[in-house]
């Protein structure tokens, strides 16, 4: 279990773009189920994104299809999640986190993670 950052949060306008990133100097990614969870106030967590690199495999939750895409940079170690036409309902914290598969990623229990972070605060206003 390690420490990621994440990074790209901020305050935008309805329809617009954020691109997130998420690093760590201990875990390399590649290895890893890596991706995105995000909880609003008054909501619980869920999945966001989550990319198996080694796999071949990439998940998306179904309200943020086609407006997301989740990336990585495997020389740089960095996981990026690009967000386009955000809506309010998107505002929340984001957590990027690794684990052994997708599922525990989207899950976001520290103890079944090998890598979390303290989160980046995107907010959309109408």
């Known amino acids: 279990q390690v420490e990621v950052v994440e990074s790209g949060g901020g305050l935008v306008q309805a329809g617009g773009s954020l691109r997130l990133s998420c690093t760590s100097s201990a875990l390399t990614f590649d290895d890893y189920a890596v991706g995105w969870s995000r909880q609003a106030p008054g909501k619980e967590r869920e999945g966001v994104a989550c990319?198996?690199?080694?796999?071949?495999?990439?998940y998306y939750e179904h309200s943020v299809q086609g407006r997301f895409t989740i990336s990585r940079d495997g020389a740089k170690n960095t996981l990026y999640l690009q967000m386009n036409s955000l809506k309010p309902e998107d505002t929340a914290m984001y957590h990027c986190?690794?684990?052994?598969?997708?599922?525990?990623?989207?899950?976001?229990?520290?103890?079944?993670?090998?890598?979390w972070g303290r989160g980046t605060l995107v907010t959309v206003s109408s």
């Open positions: 990319i198996h690199w080694s796999r071949h495999t990439t």
């Open positions: 986190a690794a684990a052994g598969d997708c599922d525990l990623v989207f899950e976001g229990n520290v103890n079944d993670l090998d890598a």
